[in-house]
C-alpha cells in the first residue's frame, strides 16, 4: 500500500505505508506534514497479490484551522 498526499497544483511525496496490527487487525499507515491549512490530495494505491493490476482510490481533504 502507497500513499501520496499533494497540495492543491503540487505534486506531493509517496510513501509506503507500513503494516501493523491494531485491535486484532492490520492496518496500514504513514506520517505525512500538512505545513498549511489548505485542501490537499491523497491517493492511496493497493496491490493484492494475485490481482491483475493495483485499485486507486483518491480522496480530497481540507486542512482547516481548529
Do not use: C, W
Not at 511525496?13 to 492490520?26: D, N, V
Not at 491517493?43 to 481540507?62: F, M
Amino acid at each position: 500500500v502507497t500513499a501520496q498526499v499533494s497540495g492543491l497544483g503540487l505534486v506531493g511525496p509517496k510513501k509506503t505505508l507500513e503494516p501493523m496490527s491494531i485491535a486484532g487487525t492490520i492496518t496500514y499507515g504513514a506520517y505525512f506534514e500538512l505545513p498549511s491549512f489548505n485542501r490537499y490530495r491523497i491517493v492511496l494505491t493497493i496491490k493484492r497479490a494475485g490481482a491483475s493490476r493495483p485499485v486507486d482510490l483518491v480522496y480530497n481533504y481540507e486542512h482547516r484551522n481548529p
